[in-house]
T-cell receptor, first 111, second 115 residues
Framework: SQQGEEDPQALSIQEGENATMNCSYK?????LQWYRQNSGRGLVHLIL?????REKHSGRLRVTLDTSKKSSSLLITASRAADTASYFC???????????FGKGTMLLVSP | AAGVIQSPRHLIKEKRETATLKCYPI?????VYWYQQGPGQDPQFLIS???????DKGSIPDRFSAQQFSDYHSELNMSSLELGDSALYFC??????????????FGPGTRLTVL
């Protein structure tokens, strides 16, 4: 069964706007990670947030984690056309051995 | 910096044929993971190896097998291929420090098309 469910499934914005994607999961986790994938290409690791962290920043990325609600959000500020991609959340299991991916959000940033 | 290498990048096979995908992890990484991503789907974990031993098993069909060799590279062997096996196959590697392996580094993937 799917661990992470993402919302929205697709998001279309203009350059300069902020994009927010949400992810929910079902079981306890050690950490949650966000990945980016350009049109059927490889997965690029963006950011990792541990279960004992609530917020993390990396450049234009801001991730929050609410373990009580089993949810996370990824905010991309001042979006660029080059941010157009699919974004996946993935949860790391308690054994630090497997990643379970969510369905992904397709982000389209128009110039 | 060296990344995960996968070969081939593209592979076309007929139904019922076999295929072998190769993965070369980042140097000094001791753990390899295989994922399958169908069209429009999220990546699904198949199997992983740590120090050449199978570590975890996900949704890997019985027709598939994998192993990790002494040089830490891994091969995914797929037999009796079906149309539904058409997908992007990712390999990822990590370095376990004790039991912790937070970040998996993904290769570019092998796109398998079964006709």
């Amino acid at each position: 069964s799917q661990q992470g469910e993402e919302d929205p499934q697709a998001l279309s914005i203009q350059e300069g706007e902020n994009a927010t994607m949400n992810c929910s999961y079902k079981t306890s986790i050690n950490n949650l990670q966000w990945y980016r994938q350009n049109s059927g290409r490889g997965l690029v690791h963006l950011i990792l947030i541990r279960s004992n962290e609530r917020e993390k920043h990396s450049g234009r990325l801001r991730v929050t984690l609410d373990t009580s609600k089993k949810s996370s959000s990824l905010l991309i500020t001042a979006s660029r056309a080059a941010d157009t991609a699919s974004y996946f959340c993935a949860t790391m299991n308690s054994g630090y051995s497997t990643l379970t991916f969510g369905k992904g959000t397709m982000l389209l940033v128009s110039p | 910096a060296a990344g995960v290498i996968q070969s081939p990048r593209h592979l076309i096979k007929e139904k019922r044929e076999t295929a072998t995908l190769k993965c070369y992890p980042i140097p000094r990484h001791d753990t390899v993971y295989w994922y399958q991503q169908g069209p429009g789907q999220d990546p699904q974990f198949l199997i992983s190896f740590y120090e050449k031993m199978q570590s975890d098993k996900g949704s890997i069909p019985d027709r598939f097998s994998a192993q990790q060799f002494s040089d830490y590279h891994s091969e995914l062997n797929m037999s009796s291929l079906e149309l539904g096996d058409s997908a992007l196959y990712f390999c990822a590697s990590s370095q376990r420090q004790g039991k912790r392996a937070d970040t998996q580094y993904f290769g570019p993937g092998t796109r398998l098309t079964v006709l």
